[in-house]
Structure formats: C-alpha cells, structure tokens
T-cell receptor, first 115, second 110 residues
Framework: ETGVTQTPRHLVMGMTNKKSLKCEQH?????MYWYKQSAKKPLELMFV???????ENNSVPSRFSPECPNSSHLFLHLHTLQPEDSALYLC??????????????FGSGTRLTVV | LAKTTQPISMDSYEGQEVNITCSHN???????ITWYQQFPSQGPRFIIQ???TKVTNEVASLFIPADRKSSTLSLPRVSLSDTAVYYC???????????FGKGTRLHILP
C-alpha cells in the first residue's frame, strides 16, 4: 500500500458506457495526477491538479473528464471510450506540485478494458 | 525537462550487482536525478534521488559524476524480485509534472 488508493483495480466497459475511476490519497499531498500506460509504451501524463485546480491537460480527448473535489480525491470520468483507450490508468500525488523530496507516489492503477 | 537515454533492456543473474546507466547530456543546473522502479500492472515506485556524487539508501546507490551528464543506478546482489522496469528522470524540483521515458527493462535470471 503506497498511500495512494485507486478503485476499481480492474474495469471492463462497453464503448457506450459511462464509468468513473477514483483515486484517494491520505499523504497530505496537494498535487494529483492521472497517467495512462498502454501496453509496452511509456507512461503518458494526462492531467495535473495543484490545490484542486487543473494546471495541465496534455491534449487529452474530451471523452476523459477529470474532477478534483479536494486535494485528497481525484476522479476520471469516462464516456464513449474506444478500444484503443484500454490501458493501465495510474494516479499519483506529490507535495507542492513538484519533484521535491521523495518525488511522486503512485497508486497501483486501474486496468481498463474497453470492449 | 532534460531528455534521458538508457538501455532498453538488461539481463543479469541472481546475486549479481547490476548497474544501469542513464545519459542526460543537457541536464540543467537546478535539475535533480530520480530513479523509479515499476513492476507489471503496478505504479512506479520511487527508488532514489540525487544531485551529485553518490547517494545510497537501503535499496540502491546512485553514482553521479562531476559533470552530471550521466548517472548510474547500482542494485547490489539482485534477486528475481528485482525484475522490473527502471526509469531515470531528470527535472527541476519545482517541476509540477514528470515525463517518463521508456525505461530499462531489467530481467533477473536464476
């Protein structure tokens, strides 16, 4: 357990479904991130939140919609996804939005399969 | 963010010392060097971070030469459980995001 909890661990959804991924951290961090990792590819940064404000949207399609109600919780709302969106979605948090001290803490991810 | 180059893959045997070198020729004065480890279907895990010379913790050592254009992660006496992808990242401590490269896929053999 890293201190960053992601649910669900596995998700299978149809292309017309709407689902949400949840991330929660109790480390006192104030920055949270969503990354996507497709098979055999590097991690891709999707969104960055600092103090609940979105500071980065890395050209992510609108079918992915992030929400950060407070510094401890981060959601990724999914709708009308495509099969190529199947991947491991990772949440991370950090203190002060930077690489200070011991960097970033990642959750174990949600393995998403779009059918 | 400084670009890094590291070997795509490496093999080693249990009990051996493994050294993974990362090149970062355009590292900036304020940049730190950080290494992460990732097991399949898990998020990356921080291993070690340094600025210059040598840093050691209970998991690994990080060697950084004076010019800081490269760094070497050293894993002492590896075991099968050290099989993972290792990422070298270089960035300013104030960066609000980190960009991962392809990493080095380390495979430990019995």
């Amino acid at each position: 357990e890293t201190g960053v909890t992601q649910t669900p661990r596995h998700l299978v959804m149809g292309m017309t479904n709407k689902k949400s991924l949840k991330c929660e951290q109790h480390l006192g961090h104030n920055a949270m991130y969503w990354y996507k990792q497709s098979a055999k590819k590097p991690l891709e940064l999707m969104f960055v939140y600092n103090f609940k404000e979105q500071t980065e949207n890395n050209s992510v399609p609108s079918r992915f919609s992030p929400e950060c109600p407070n510094s401890s919780h981060l959601f990724l709302h999914l709708h009308t996804l495509q099969p190529e969106d199947s991947a491991l979605y990772l949440c991370a948090s950090s203190q002060d939005g930077g690489g200070a001290n011991y960097g970033y803490t990642f959750g174990s991810g949600t393995r998403l399969t779009v059918v | 963010l400084a670009k890094t180059t590291q070997p795509i893959s490496m093999d080693s045997y249990e009990g051996q010392e493994v050294n993974i070198t990362c090149s970062h020729n355009n590292i900036a004065t304020n940049d730190y060097i950080t290494w992460y480890q990732q097991f399949p279907s898990q998020g990356p895990r921080f291993i070690i971070q340094g600025y210059k010379t040598k840093v050691t913790n209970e998991v690994a050592s990080l060697f950084i030469p004076a010019d800081r254009k490269s760094s070497t992660l050293s894993l002492p006496r590896v075991s099968l459980s050290d099989t993972a992808v290792y990422y070298c990242l270089v960035g300013d401590m104030r960066d609000d995001k980190i960009i991962f490269g392809k990493g080095t896929r380390l495979h430990i053999l019995p």
